[in-house]
């Protein structure tokens, strides 16, 4: 069993991937299914300390490329998962993931290649670790209180219920909408769960007063 913690730094897809290699997936299995994206694809891991806590950092590096709409992401997922190695019976939860960005996104249309490497990077590690063989369980995630007027807009529209979501007194973007979304149809939301295990820490990029790490407990 998988239980992530976004409850003190919130989420991103950064934070998902650095964690599951820290619990060992490989970079080479991210890397493979996504040479159909961008040949020189490069998974990026270093462990850094985050206050006293130590945490993997991870970022997939890939061409950005940007799209006039998600029926376009949508097609060249699909050629991607054709081309990778990811199980076909992982591939909805790639598409499903997609389609709750989709819903959330507002007229300012953002996302692009490197969306799609995040989505499949994450579901490639979940399944190489044989976490969808087992449950997956998340508690509420971590937002903040935003900058701006746009900013955390499509991660509220996800967030729609109360027991989803943890509100910081933190004056910034906690949790990125792709992390969000990943969560969202990875794993079931539960507020208690008494989970015991080998615990890692996914790192954000962010610095802030307090260690921006998810916690991940593997039981």
């Not at 299995?29 to 996504?34: G, I, K, P, R, T």
């Not at 990811?86 to 996302?111: G, I, S």
């Not at 998340?138 to 967030?159: C, D, R, Y």
Request: proline fraction near 3%; charge should be negative.
């Amino acid at each position: 069993m998988l239980v992530f913690d976004p409850r003190s730094a919130g989420v991103s897809a950064d934070m998902i991937l650095g964690a599951l290699l820290g619990l060992g997936a490989e970079t080479r299995s991210v890397e493979a299914n996504l040479r159909a994206l961008d040949e020189d694809v490069f998974v990026e891991k270093a462990d850094v300390a985050k206050g006293e806590i130590l945490a993997v950092e991870a970022r997939i590096r890939v061409k950005e490329r940007g799209f006039s709409g998600f029926s376009e992401l949508e097609g060249l997922m699909e050629r991607i998962l054709y081309e990778g190695e990811l199980p076909v019976k992982r591939w909805n939860h790639c598409f499903a993931v997609l389609k709750t960005l989709e819903n959330a996104a507002d007229a300012e249309f953002t996302y692009g290649s490197q969306t799609i490497a995040d989505i499949i990077g994450v579901v490639t590690c979940l399944n190489e670790l044989g976490a969808f063989d087992k449950d997956i369980l998340s508690f509420p995630v971590a937002v903040g209180i935003p900058q701006t007027e746009n900013q955390g807009i499509a991660v509220m529209k996800m967030l729609k219920r109360e027991e989803l979501f943890v509100r910081k007194g933190v004056e910034n973007e906690l949790s990125t909408p792709t992390g969000v979304a990943l969560l969202l149809n990875v794993a079931e939301f539960v507020e208690n769960c008494n989970a015991m295990g080998r615990e890692v820490y996914g790192a954000g990029k962010k610095e802030f007063s307090f260690p921006n790490v998810l916690k991940v407990i593997q039981v």
